[in-house]
């Protein structure tokens, strides 16, 4: 149960649009269209933007999405904004009712 | 709508154990999973393992078997995670995190608790 590979930094400038990687293995990540994505702000307990790879639960922006393929998947934020300065993780469903997180990416919005 | 409230903070011995608690409000406790997530000082999140309380049986990541046992009382909707044989790699905030029946699936944690800060320290 090796963490998931997430890039430790992205950045973009406000009303550009970023993507952040999830690399996990055909084990999790390929296996199971079972990856949620969250965002936490310093101090903050984390907050669900994305599960069950694409969906989005209600009360989160539509400019948050998320996508698979293979062992890869992605949260795109479209038209950053500054409270989008966050850290974001992955989360996977691995098998045999174990998760496993990624290891964190921190969004700077320039 | 789920609440989960933790205890309180807590400082252990290297060696001791801790005992965080979890109490749920709203949804219907003994049908929805719980795990619990933990987070060291400036690092990412871990999960550490979950349960479903109307199932009753826990199952934990690999790295935490054998010290860690997580439970619930359903009679006060309440969720423990114990870790034992601590050591000073343990310091960390401990959530409680679950779907509360929003999702039909796993790995969709809506609702969390507001952490536990666990300091291990001689």
């Known amino acids: 149960q090796s963490a998931l590979t997430q890039p430790a930094s992205v950045s973009g400038s406000p009303g550009q649009s970023i993507t952040i990687s999830c690399t996990g293995t055909?084990?999790?990540?390929?296996?199971?269209?079972?990856v949620s994505w969250y965002q936490q702000h310093p101090g903050k307990a984390p907050k669900l933007m994305i599960y069950?790879?694409?969906k989005r639960p209600s009360g989160v922006s539509n400019r948050f999405s998320g996508s698979k393929s293979g062992n890869t998947a992605s949260l795109t934020i479209s038209g950053l904004q500054a409270e989008d300065e966050a850290d974001y993780y992955c989360c996977s469903y691995a098998g045999s009712s174990t998760e496993v997180f990624g290891g964190g990416t921190k969004l700077t919005v320039l | 709508q789920v609440q989960l409230v933790q205890s309180g903070a807590e400082v252990k011995k290297p060696g001791s154990s801790v005992k965080v608690s979890c109490k749920a409000s709203g949804g219907t406790f003994s049908s929805y999973a719980i795990s619990w997530v933990r987070q060291a000082p400036g690092q990412g999140l871990e999960w550490m393992g979950g349960?479903?309380?109307?199932?009753?049986?826990?199952n934990y990541a690999q790295k935490f078997q054998g010290r860690v046992t997580i439970t619930t009382d359903e009679s006060t909707s309440t969720a423990y995670m114990e870790l034992s044989s601590l050591r000073s790699e343990d310091t960390a905030v401990y959530y409680c995190?679950?779907?509360?029946?929003?999702?039909?699936?796993?790995?969709?944690?809506?609702?969390w608790g507001q952490g536990t800060l666990v300091t291990v320290s001689s």
């Open positions: 349960i479903i309380p109307i199932f009753g049986t826990a």
């Open positions: 069950e790879v694409s």
């Open positions: 995190a679950s779907d509360g029946g929003y999702c039909s699936s796993t790995s969709c944690y809506v609702y």
């Open positions: 055909s084990s999790d990540v390929g296996s199971y269209n079972l």
